[in-house]
């Protein structure tokens, strides 16, 4: 075992390094220094209608399991309609991009590795001020943020290769 790993174990009541961006809670299980760098894994928190644009990570693979909720995720050319209980493993470089639908959030489990990648959402978003979805002029608008992301993405290897999924492609 290395020097620069430990155990970490947090339970549902324990405090949680939590951020509020792209409108969402990103609660962070794991924080990539305690492994080492290796793995960063978070619980997320989206309400309908947040969409991402086409993007890839260069240097990051993902994984996600859906626990509530609904959305269509692209990877690659294929649309894959996840809901609780569907896991998705998404290798480094794939262009991919998600949209929100239903009537509640999608709460799921999100894993990175290596583990940096859940950095960038801390900085472009604001410390959470409670464990929910940020409400109505809570968090960064929507103005400043993607004025932040396009400035801090590129020194996470995140790229911008075409537009969100357009709500008309859900059957």
Request: some cysteine.
């Amino acid at each position: 075992m290395s020097d620069d790993t430990t155990v970490v174990m947090r339970g549902p009541q324990d405090a949680h390094h939590a951020t509020w961006a792209m409108g969402s809670l990103f609660e962070h299980l794991l924080l990539p220094e305690e492994s080492g760098g290796r793995l960063a894994v978070a619980t997320v928190t989206q309400p309908p209608g947040i969409a991402t644009p086409l993007h890839r990570h260069t240097r990051e693979a993902e994984a996600f399991f859906v626990l509530a909720g609904e959305m269509t995720y692209r990877a690659g050319e294929e649309d894959f309609e996840l809901t609780p209980g569907c896991f998705m493993y998404l290798p480094q470089g794939i262009p991919h991009a998600f949209r929100v639908h239903g009537d509640v959030p999608v709460h799921y489990l999100a894993l990175t590795e290596p583990g940096h990648l859940l950095g960038l959402y801390d900085e472009v978003g604001v410390p959470a001020g409670a464990l929910r979805v940020p409400g109505e002029g809570e968090g960064r608008s929507m103005e400043e943020e993607i004025a932040r992301w396009n400035g801090v993405g590129p020194r996470y290897g995140l790229e911008v290769v075409g537009p969100p999924i357009p709500e008309a492609t859900r059957s």
